[in-house]
């Protein structure tokens, strides 16, 4: 009797999509015997888990904001370098696989961008930028940052 094996590796989650885990049923079928065949089959459900989604797999770790003490109107364009946050991943496993982190910042809840006034974000460079001439901007502001993975944002 010869073996027959089928063997399937691949380092691409395009099969799961953005889905944190697939079923997929394996049938394994056998047959022995040339004139009179005596065939079986046994099928199980594989479940393959998206490690980018799996919290036992894949953790962002957040690092400090810097600390932003004040600043006054008037006073000139101030721009504040953030830090970038770090992937740790599952021993041995390679931190690449799930892509880039994207980066968000809030302003008292409110999210801000490149074009947000009078503290903007650009998510690239990782820099706030604060510029204002208004009194109305006078006050405390709390500065949320997140991070998450591009490829997969839920």
Known sequence: MRDNVITFETNDLEFLGTSPEKNVTVILKGAIGSSFKLTSEVSFTLTLRNPCVNTTFIEIIPRDLPAIESYLIYEDFRIVQLNQFSISVFPGEDPEICGQIGYQL???????????????????????????????????????????????PE
């Open 106 to 152: 809030q302003v008292n809840g409110e999210e801000i961008n490149r074009n947000s006034r009078p503290i903007a974000f650009d998510s690239n460079s990782l820099r706030v930028f604060i510029m204002s001439e208004s009194l109305d901007d006078v006050g405390v502001k709390n500065l949320t940052m997140s991070a998450f993975l591009q490829d997969f």
